[in-house]
């Protein structure tokens, strides 16, 4: 099986659609959350979402703009995207989100936003420390995919033993999966990617050459941009993507 992984779209068009473009030569799409919040195309990327049966689960902003979780835990610029973003989201995709899971499992791997202890806490992994709670809740030989810090990297863990490495992967590359280690694998952020490379980050599972790529792709970032102006979304929203920050 072939698996794309589109993580942290939020609401960025014209990123989604340099993802998918780049992503046509696999079996299934995978969306580790936050779907929507900060961009200003929150229903087109909900329905292309729903068109190409992405399997995805609620990140954080996702699940702010539906109002199950409080706005108290976003900073005022976050907070007035998701305020806005509930005025955008039509009803139907507003349900969409609705029926999101917070995890999801299969035989190949598991997806949660931010760690599997608690993935309604949406805690952050961006420390081999933090990610010792999700190594614990996997089995052996599995993949965990992670969104959350739009941040590309990966941890890996041989079975058995308690420290993982944490390795960079900002510009972009490939992952071996080794028999008997564990990974969690962050492909980085299609819409607001913050690891200093402003490219939408993508990546392709391949479970039979044991293999995770991590892709980056350009797209037009000043057509994002000027939508979030048009739109009146706070001005550090729209100027960190052409930093990647
Ligand atoms: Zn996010």
Known sequence: ????????????????????????????????????????????????????????????????VIGSMPLDWFNPYARAAVEWTRDQLSPENHAYLEGLPLTHRSEHFIMVHGSLSSPELFDYITTPWDARPTFVEMPACAVCFIGHTHIAEFYSRKSGETWADQIGMAAGGTIDLKPGFLYI?????????????????????????????????EYPVSVTQEKMQDAGLPEPLWERLEYGA
């Not at 962050?186 to 039979?208: I, L």
């Open 1 to 64: 099986m072939r698996y794309g992984i589109i993580s942290d779209i939020h609401s960025n068009l014209e990123a989604l659609n340099a993802a998918l473009e780049s992503i046509q030569d696999v079996d299934v799409l995978l969306c580790p959350g936050d779907v929507v919040g900060y961009g200003p195309n929150p229903n087109e990327c909900c329905e292309l979402l729903r068109e190409k049966q992405v399997v995805t689960i609620l990140g954080n902003h996702d699940a702010a």
């Open 185 to 217: 694998v962050n492909c980085g952020s299609v819409g607001q990617p913050r690891d200093f490379n402003p490219n939408a980050g993508v990546g392709v599972y391949d479970t039979e050459a044991a293999m995770v790529e991590i892709r980056r792709l």
